[in-house]
C-alpha cells in the first residue's frame, strides 16, 4: 500500500533534549512538508522540501531543523531551541506539478 | 500573507441532520482544499475545488473564486462525520519551490445519535 507513515506516535522530550521525527512515503512523491498543530488551531509549515538535498524554511521554521538525503524520507529534528514545543507534528507530501498534498498520521510531543 | 477564516468555529448536529460550513479567503487563489481531521488526527482530502461544484455522495462543495469563498455541505449527517474540519488554500512558495497550504482554525462537527 502506497502512503505515508510517521513514526513514533507519541513523543516525550525532556528540558534540553533534541528529539527527531520520522517521516516517511513510498508514493514516489518530489515534494515533503512538515506542519504544526497546536489545540484549536490550523496547521502551520514549519520547513518544505521540492527535491532531494533541498530544503526551504516555512512560517515557523526557528528551533527547528530537517534533511533531505533521500526522496522518501523526510525527518524533522526539534531542537532545545523550541521552547514550545508541545503539538502535534503532521507531515505531508505532493507531486511537484501539483497542489493537492497527501498528510501521514501525525506525530505528538510532549514535554516532560 | 492569504487570510483563511471559517465559520462556524463549533457545530453540534443530531444524526440525519443537514449542515454548510463556510471559508473565506482574503486574496485570489489557485487552490483550495478542504479536509477531514479524525478523532486520531488522520487529516483526509475530502475535495480540491478550486472553483465550481464536485460531489461525492453525501458531501459536496462549491467554490466561488470571484467572490473568495467555499461552501461545504454535508447532508444526512451521520456519528462517524464528527471531526475537525479545514480548509486550506495555496500559497506560492519563494523560489518556484511549489506551493504551502494555508490552513483555517477549522470547524469542529460534533453528531449525535
Known amino acids: 500500500d502506497g502512503g505515508i507513515t510517521q513514526s513514533p506516535k507519541y513523543l516525550f522530550r525532556k528540558e534540553g533534549q533534541n528529539v527527531t521525527l520520522s517521516c516517511e512515503q513510498n508514493l514516489n512523491h518530489d515534494a515533503m512538508y512538515w506542519y504544526r498543530q497546536d489545540p484549536g488551531q490550523g496547521l502551520r509549515l514549519i520547513y518544505y522540501?521540492?527535491?532531494?538535498?533541498?530544503?526551504q524554511k516555512g512560517d515557523i521554521a526557528e528551533g527547528y531543523s530537517v534533511s533531505r538525503e533521500k526522496k522518501e524520507s523526510f525527518p524533522l529534528t526539534v531542537t532545545s531551541a523550541q521552547k514550545n514545543p508541545t503539538a502535534f507534528y503532521l507531515c505531508a507530501s505532493s507531486i511537484w506539478t501539483q497542489e493537492t498534498q497527501y498528510f501521514g498520521p501525525g506525530t505528538r510531543l510532549l514535554v516532560l | 500573507g492569504i487570510q483563511v477564516e471559517q465559520s462556524p468555529p463549533d457545530l453540534i448536529l443530531q444524526e440525519g441532520a443537514n449542515s454548510t460550513l463556510r471559508c473565506n479567503f482574503s486574496?485570489?487563489?489557485?487552490?483550495l482544499q478542504w479536509f477531514h481531521q479524525n478523532p486520531w488526527g488522520q487529516l483526509i482530502n475530502l475535495f480540491y475545488i478550486p472553483s465550481g461544484t464536485k460531489q461525492n455522495g453525501r458531501l459536496s462543495a462549491t467554490t466561488v473564486a470571484t467572490e473568495r469563498y467555499s461552501l461545504l455541505y454535508i447532508s444526512s449527517s451521520q456519528t462517524t462525520d464528527s471531526g475537525v474540519y479545514f480548509c486550506a488554500v495555496s500559497q506560492t512558495l519563494p523560489n518556484q519551490a511549489g506551493t504551502a497550504l494555508i490552513f483555517g482554525k477549522g470547524t469542529t462537527l460534533s453528531v449525535s445519535s
Open positions: 486574496d485570489s487563489v489557485n487552490n
Open positions: 522540501s521540492q527535491i532531494v538535498n533541498d530544503f
